[in-house]
């Protein structure tokens, strides 16, 4: 295997910096290497990023066979030839010594993390026998799945075929879902994935608790930095000072929990002073009056004592905006679970965008365009004897996907009814879901757990059968049909073979149809003939996009003042500033600010985060990214630091209100956070003795997350409700 360290990677990237972009300036030295290099047999293939969900064009580079480097793909509109730190070291992902060799069976208890290794038929007999145990004894609807990101298409589709609605992702409930729901109430659409930002031709920006350039969404990034480089004003809104504070012209510490009351006030002040768009109003709004009226009180003075930000800073900030518009753009967020009102904090969100005009406007939100590519047909699904489990009456009305955590609780109670089994495919629930507690009495419930994973993750050590998947690397997925500025289509294609006995997700969940009898949802004998019928139907080929690994579309208005078509899926066809769905089912129309609960005297509010070089429990444990970044921090402000005695460096435990201790973590001591909260990067201190990398490294803010609370428009978890006081490390 070859030698992953950091330093050799370092070398090799460097090597190839230096080779691509200064060979002018070296002269024939890096000139004769390049072509030697050429000479050697290198293949360079496109194909997509999977470090993270954003499915970034990258081009793999294969030397002798073996994988070597990963850069970006300049054809690809989102990454444009640039990678982020986590997709540059891609390349471990492949090399992982960590990784799933073979598919396992568990031997003894669940949670005790011993298997033995079977071969791929004995594993999926094994799974289709359960199954259809259940079937027959509970109903298909006691199968439950959780899968995240586009290689979980093909086994939804089997999980339709077998006659489950019980399919759920925590990328809802535990982040994007509320500013899904509160845009949706207002515009009638949604901001979807990747954003509709219009980060790069906005003149104003305004990031209310979103770290970008921590939290690495390419694309943005890249935006930001060209925003910022044409001298875009930059308002940042966050307890902590993050890296885009540092670029911000504003920068407004807000207390933790009491977002709602500045964005009421920005919009009072907004509103009284005629500031907002008169015409776009005018032309496109509902309920404009009754809006306004509502925010009659919600002046500058009475948000002050509950955000900590003085009137003048918010009446200055609001004309800021105002004086931009329609190219302000007031970014949506996307982990927006955080209080429990969260969907009517992104509402309010959307409603100042809404006044600022910048909903289909260049510098604002654009309207996304794609490519219409039909489907591989299959017969019909069965229809299931009973609906989703996991929001039963309706509890939350506006959840438009299923709750996680409403599968848990169905789990857990067996009502309204049972849950036997879970399947759950590259999401590790015990990192993602609050009150590791509860999945864990979940899970010791359930008559059958499968887990389909790249490395051994908590979730894994759970399950009763570990299927081993190919890394992206080794894989073809789905198509990839993003909405974006420009239409495109993506194909992540193998690059290298797996390494051990590992399979693609197509392949696994093919399988298992077999074996359930469902041979007939999956008429393709193998996935490039599936990818070719999808592309030939769209105009395309499979050949094509293999060379370039992207089809571009022809370009389409974006903008309403180019023509994009300004239509609004709400009740009245207008922007709803008054939510007639949201009075009739017993909500404020508009939104309205309830004080956050306090903690214990002398704890901190927990906060949590993005590093730029981990997104996924997967990320940890890959050499070149553990390397770069091993074991988060607890950030304290310097003062609370000094008065506990506390120092950069010094080792602390969190002990949580609840009891719940952490394992053991760094100080940052700091002036960039405020004194009440404390802030860490999420996804550390793995408890997976499989992890070897990332065994107990920094602690888990997953751990601390015994408490939250649900969001009851759509039963989204917040979690920024936990408290913590720091013990001492001797
Ligand atoms: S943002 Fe980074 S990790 Fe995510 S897909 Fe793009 S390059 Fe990969």
Not at 389 to 394: A, E, F, S
Request: proline share 8%.
């Amino acid at each position: 295997m070859p030698d992953l360290s950091r330093r050799r990677f370092l070398k090799i990237t460097a090597s190839a910096l230096a080779a691509a972009g200064v060979a002018g300036k070296l002269g024939g030295a890096v000139v004769d290497r390049v072509e030697k290099v050429a000479r050697s047999g290198i293949r360079k293939i496109p194909t997509l990023c999977d470090l993270c969900f954003w499915k970034c064009g990258a081009i793999a580079y294969v030397r002798d066979g073996q994988l070597w480097k990963i850069e970006g793909n300049p054809a690809d509109p989102l990454s444009r030839g640039r990678l982020c730190p986590r997709g540059t070291g891609g390349v471990g992902a492949h090399y992982d010594p960590d990784r799933l060799r073979a598919p396992l069976i568990r031997v003894s208890q669940r949670g005790e993390e011993k298997w033995q290794e079977v071969t791929w038929d004995e594993a999926l007999d094994y799974i289709a026998q359960r199954m259809q145990r259940i079937k027959a004894e509970h109903g298909p609807e006691s199968m439950a799945l959780f899968a995240h990101g586009i290689g979980g298409n093909f086994f939804r589709h089997t999980f339709k075929a077998y006659g489950s609605p019980n399919i759920a992702a925590p990328s809802f409930a535990q982040c994007r879902g509320p500013r899904d729901v509160g845009f949706n109430l207002t515009f009638g659409d949604e901001v979807g994935s990747p954003e509709r930002t219009d980060i790069a031709n906005a003149d104003c920006l305004v990031l209310i608790g979103t770290h970008l350039g921590e939290n690495m969404h390419n694309t943005q990034v890249q935006e930001f930095a060209t925003a910022v480089g044409r001298g875009a004003s930059i308002i940042v809104v966050d307890p902590r000072f993050s890296v885009a504070a540092s670029k911000a012209k504003y920068y407004l510490p807000i207390k933790p929990g009491t977002d709602l009351a500045l964005l009421l006030a920005w919009m009072h002040v907004i509103v009284k002073e005629g500031l907002y768009d008169r015409d776009y109003v005018a032309k496109y709004g509902f309920g404009f009056e009754q809006f306004a009226a509502a925010l009659e009180t919600a002046t500058p003075e009475w948000a002050f004592p509950e955000t900590g930000i003085d009137p003048e800073t918010i009446r200055a900030t609001a004309r800021e905006m105002a004086r931009y518009r329609p190219a302000t753009l007031v970014h949506p967020g996307r982990h927006v679970n955080w209080y429990g009102n969260d969907a009517q904090r992104s509402r309010a969100v959307a409603l100042l965008n809404a006044l600022l005009g910048s909903w289909g406007r260049r510098g604002g939100m654009y309207v996304p365009v794609g490519f219409d590519v039909p489907g591989y047909p299959h017969p019909p699904y069965p229809k299931p004897g009973r609906g989703p489990v996991d929001n039963p009456g309706k509890k939350y009305p506006f959840a438009s996907e299923a709750l996680t955590t409403g599968i848990r609780d169905a789990t857990l109670t067996g009502q309204p009814y049972p849950i036997k089994g879970w399947f759950v495919y590259a999401t590790n629930l015990l990192n993602s879901l609050p009150d590791q507690a509860a999945t864990i009495r979940a899970l010791q419930q359930l008559d059958l757990v499968v887990v389909v994973d790249v490395i051994p993750s908590e979730i894994a050590g759970w399950a009763d059968v570990v299927l081993p998947e190919s890394v992206y690397l080794e894989r073809y997925d789905d198509l990839s049909t993003n909405l974006f500025r420009e239409p495109f289509l993506g194909l992540r294609q193998p690059v290298v073979e797996s390494p051990q006995d590992q399979k693609p997700n197509w392949w696994i969940a093919r399988r298992l149809a077999g074996k359930l009898g469902l041979e007939a949802f999956f008429p393709w004998k193998d996935i490039e003939e599936y990818l070719e019928y999808r592309l030939k139907a769209a105009g395309h080929s499979l050949a094509e996009i293999k060379r370039e690994g992207i089809i571009p579309g022809a370009p389409k208005p974006i903008y309403f003042e180019d023509g994009a078509p300004a239509e609004f899926g709400t009740p009245s066809g207008k922007i709803e500033f008054y939510s007639t769905q949201l009075q009739k089912a017993g909500f404020d129309p508009v939104p309205r600010y309830t004080p956050p609960e306090a903690g214990p005297p002398g704890a901190f509010r927990l906060l949590f985060g993005r590093a730029p070089v981990h997104s996924f429990s997967r990320t940890q444990t890959n050499p070149i990214l553990a390397d770069l970044m091993s074991e988060n921090a607890v950030w304290v402000n310097a003062v609370a630091a000094r008065r506990l005695g506390l120092k950069s460096g010094d080792y602390v435990r969190l002990r949580h209100q609840d009891g719940v201790i952490s394992n053991r973590v760094r100080v940052k001591a700091t002036e960039r956070i405020r004194p009440d909260c404390v802030y860490m990067v999420h996804g550390f201190g793995h408890t997976s003795r499989g992890l070897r990398r990332a065994y107990l490294k920094g602690a888990s803010d997953a751990q601390m997350m015994s408490r939250y609370r649900t969001d009851p428009l759509m039963g989204g978890t917040g979690m920024n409700v936990n408290f913590v006081t720091l013990e001492s490390e001797a």
